[in-house]
């Protein structure tokens, strides 16, 4: 997929309906459905937080950026996952968390973002966070800067290998919260993408099919 042809999509993308928790389900890792079943949200106090994935062109071709977190005393040390973390006080609203977290973790200025479409929120059980996630794009490639303190590694993706079917794959993984699971998830740059960062793209992939 090429930037012009992107541009063009950028309508359509704000309008057209979202597949929501059905493309979720296709890369939710059976002990997550499990977990998920027997909860009762009504009870739940989860705690925010809000993810940008951010499309931009390079050498003819989208790209999105994903990033692999560093070692941490937490549920999610070391995985791969969009820019993003938990509201804070100050934030105006998700969107907000969302571009600051962006900017903060990879350097992308704010203001070079446009955003385009929210997508539908996620609860993630081993962390009680319930996960708000967006779309953006910027007209050219951002100057990265890492925040070194919180990434160990910027992963630049190109969007038609996600759209690539061949790029599905399942594997066996042990994590801080859970020994030998079975997980669904995209192979991406030759990294393993799964959990709730692999379920945000299957429904951003979804999305980009339809149109």
């Not at 739940?44 to 994935?53: M, Q, R």
């Not at 999610?76 to 105006?92: K, L, Y």
């Not at 993984?173 to 669904?184: E, F, G, P, R």
Request: hydrophobic residues 40%; contains cysteine; glycine residues 4%.
């Amino acid at each position: 997929m090429n930037t012009a042809y992107f541009t063009n999509l950028e309508t359509k993308i704000k309008k057209n309906p979202l597949l929501g928790r059905k493309a979720h389900a296709e890369m939710m890792p059976l002990s997550r459905k499990e977990a998920l079943d027997s909860l009762d949200f009504k009870k739940l106090t989860p705690k925010f937080a809000a993810v940008l994935c951010l499309f931009y062109p390079k050498a003819g071709e989208i790209y999105f950026p994903l990033i692999l977190r560093n070692k941490y005393p937490g549920v999610h040390s070391n995985q791969v996952s969009f820019p993003g973390g938990r509201i804070e006080a100050t934030d105006v609203d998700f969107s907000h968390t969302a571009l600051r977290e962006c900017e903060e973790e990879i350097g992308v200025q704010q203001s070079h973002v446009k955003l385009l479409k929210q997508l539908t929120d996620i609860y993630i059980p081993p962390s009680n966070f319930q996960v708000k996630s967006f779309i953006g794009f910027c007209n050219k490639a951002p100057n990265f800067r890492l925040q070194t303190s919180e990434v160990q590694e910027l992963i630049e993706v190109k969007l038609s290998d996600l759209l690539d079917d061949s790029v599905l794959v399942s594997e066996n993984l042990s994590t801080s919260y859970a020994h030998q699971i079975d997980v669904k998830a995209f192979k991406l740059n030759n990294f393993t993408v799964w959990g709730a960062t692999a379920m945000i793209l299957s429904e951003i992939k979804y999305l980009l099919k339809s149109l």
